[in-house]
């Protein structure tokens, strides 16, 4: 995500109607988010964690894909490259684990209540569970 997106995703989700807003509720001066946008110079790691907050994005994100624009060096370009991309696939690995516990996840069910006759004390209650396809689990909503 580019600077000048980052700062206008900040302002619109913190409902801020002006640059010179965004740096007062930052903190900084207004000529500093100029700065950004023109590539004189670049959110430091702290910046770019309340511009994340402000705009709902993933502090580490942010500051990885500054300092990837930032990096000097091929090293360090390869070393946010590979953070980036590594996040993204452990990411993605988590929700392949989510949507598979929730295929395997069992079907609703209902307890009702059953009195058996002849039982030792008859104010006892017997819980007894029976598995509904999801189709026929409307009758035993209440």
Not at 60 to 67: C, G, K
Not at 116 to 139: F, G, H, K, V
Request: with cysteine; net charge negative.
């Amino acid at each position: 995500m580019e600077i000048m997106e980052l700062v206008e995703k900040a302002k619109n989700r913190a409902a801020l109607q002006s640059d010179y807003a965004l740096a007062k509720a930052m903190g900084i001066d207004r000529q500093v988010i100029s700065q950004w946008k023109t590539g004189k110079r670049h959110p430091s790691n702290e910046e770019a964690v309340q511009l994340a907050t402000l705009a709902g994005l993933d502090e580490m994100r942010v500051i990885a894909e500054i300092e990837l624009r930032t990096a000097n060096t091929e090293k360090k370009k390869e070393f946010w490259k590979h953070y980036i991309e590594s996040r993204g696939l452990a990411s993605c690995v988590t929700m392949t684990g989510l949507a598979l516990a929730i295929l395997a996840t069992p079907t609703p069910a209902k307890a009702e209540i059953l009195q058996l006759q002849n039982y030792a004390n008859s104010t006892d209650i017997i819980y007894i569970m029976r598995i509904c396809e999801p189709a026929n689990l409307e009758q035993f909503v209440e």
